[in-house]
């Protein structure tokens, strides 16, 4: 045997008694000290006040906006939210002060610019966390039946607490505190999640299917999805109608998301971003050569330009791209994609800002499984030049709700006289083949009038993007042994 490990494994196997005796030895014994010069062998960064050049600046800053930008993009957004004082319709949206949330009270219209890729299965709901200011209460009301999830994550978007009828959440108060809350919970909290960075977001999602009757109930049970500090609660669900809330302006416009990140002022934000979230386990030492190279920049101005340089550079060759669902995920048959780390992505870099920059604040996969395609059965770009067809035999398992939607090249909906952006578990038009299997009709102009209640309509001679969720997903998804068809052009 010439390897130490196969000379162990002789060892053990020839020797159970002394195999057992060592077992045990390993497990009570104490942890070993670090040898006296591990400071000086492992220090624990660049050394302060070294002089460093441009180009290694580029190079760190470059790193450094690749997988910080989701980081960014939510901390910006409570900087935004700090501004406000009032829960108000801004235009489509709801806008809240941080530690509150406002509630639309039907599905999001197109004309909505503040996250990508909304769906229109659900009523939202949305409001920024600042837990340093203050614990948070969530109120959760009875849903009945009805599915519904709260999405409730950290400023690196991934999640730090259940509330959703795949847990068997009760109706109740939730109390939501940062890491270094020491305070006491007040009787009538039913649970504390506790975050690890002070800033977050939270979305609700309630469902509702395309009825004006299941809208009247709709707005009736989230008129107590609630949000509010610890201090203002007293034990009472409290409630609002959102239908009357004071409307302003949109601050949001144009056919793009928010650049809710800018590349000029990405180093400003930063430092605030990192204190924030503290390094992670095995980050300290990024941690520490980036904010080596900030303190250099603010000594330098060339180092400062240089870095931001390499934002500018690093938004478009990198950042970018992975705007496009075709570039990034895991690869599925037909072309569809995936990923499976949503709102779980820890030290996965390249999905998370991937999965921010394309579709932004999406849940665990237990929760919900995503599926993207912008590619026909040949690998050809979707067009609203063509027709195309997606045939489900089964529709997806799920235990919740499923989902196609349709977004334009910007990853929004495309307007139509049908005001339909997705097809799926809330429809009461579909049409079932023969078979048991459902075809929908994915083009520009209407089909029969024995298909049109299948139809989605897609933007005229545009490119555009085809979208599935599967809510509460049976094992058949999260397994991958369910994965979607083919979307097939016709002849």
């Known amino acids: 045997m010439t390897s ?64 910080a930008w989701p980081l960014v993009n939510v901390y910006n957004r409570r900087l935004t939210y700090e501004k406000v004082s009032e829960i ?48 948070v209460v969530v109120q959760v009301p009875d849903f009945g039946d009805r599915f519904w999830v709260y999405q409730i994550v950290d400023v690196r978007t991934d999640s730090f607490a259940d509330l959703g009828k795949m847990y068997g959440t009760t109706p109740g108060f939730y109390l939501l505190v940062g890491p270094n809350w020491n305070g006491v919970v007040p009787s009538g909290i039913s649970k504390v999640f506790r975050a690890s960075t002070s800033t977050g977001y939270v979305i609700p999602r309630v469902f509702q299917d395309d009825t004006p009757e299941d809208n009247k109930l709709v707005r009736e049970v989230t008129q107590e999805v609630m949000m509010y500090p610890l201090a203002e609660f007293d034990g009472k669900m ?33 430092p605030l971003v990192l204190a924030d979230a503290p390094p992670m386990p095995g980050e300290e030492a990024r941690y520490a050569e980036v904010m080596a190279v900030l303190a250099a920049a603010e000594k330098d101005a060339k180092i400062k330009a240089a870095m931001t340089e390499a934002a500018v550079e690093a938004d478009k060759e990198l950042v970018k791209p992975v705007f496009e669902f075709r570039n990034w995920g ?34 665990k996969p237990n929760e919900t499984k995503y599926f993207y395609q912008d590619l026909d059965n040949a690998g050809q770009r979707l ?51 023969s078979d048991g299997s459902l075809t929908i009709y994915v083009q520009a102009d209407p089909p029969s009038e024995a298909q049109r209640g299948n139809w989605l309509p897609a933007p005229k001679d545009a490119n555009f993007s085809l979208f599935m969720r599967s809510y509460w997903p049976k094992v058949e998804i999260t397994d991958g042994s369910w994965t979607p068809p083919a979307v097939v052009r016709a002849n």
């Open 383 to 433: 067009n609203g030049a063509n027709q195309y067809t997606v045939t489900f035999a089964p529709t997806p398992p799920v235990r919740g709700f499923w989902s196609l939607t349709l977004y334009n090249e910007f990853h929004f909906f495309s307007p139509n006289d049908l005001r339909r952006y997705s097809l799926g578990t809330k429809n009461k038009t579909l049409k079932y083949n």
């Open 238 to 270: 409290k409630s609002r109608d959102w239908s009357q809330l004071p409307k302003t302006a949109s601050a949001s416009g144009g056919d793009e998301e928010v650049k809710w990140v800018v590349p000029e002022n990405f180093f400003d934000v930063l």
């Open 4 to 67: 130490s490990a196969g000379m162990k494994y002789v060892l053990f196997a020839g020797t159970p008694a002394l195999a057992v005796f060592i077992a045990l030895s390993l497990a009570q014994a104490e942890p070993l000290a670090p040898s006296p010069e591990w400071a000086q062998a492992m220090p624990s960064g660049p050394v302060a006040g070294t002089k460093i050049t441009e180009e290694y600046a580029k190079l760190v800053a470059r790193d450094a906006y690749f997988w």
């Open 88 to 135: 108000v319709m801004a235009g489509p949206v709801p806008a809240a002060p941080l530690n509150h949330l406002g509630m639309l009270t039907n599905y999001i219209v197109p004309e909505e610019r503040i996250v990508a890729c909304p769906n229109q299965d659900v009523v939202y709901g949305a409001g920024s966390l600042a837990l340093d200011v203050s614990p």
């Open 330 to 363: 895991l690869q599925l048959p037909h072309n569809w994609s995936t990923q499976s780390n949503g709102a779980a992505f820890g030290t996965d870099y390249f999905t998370r800002t991937a999965v921010a920059k394309s579709n932004i604040f999406v849940n």
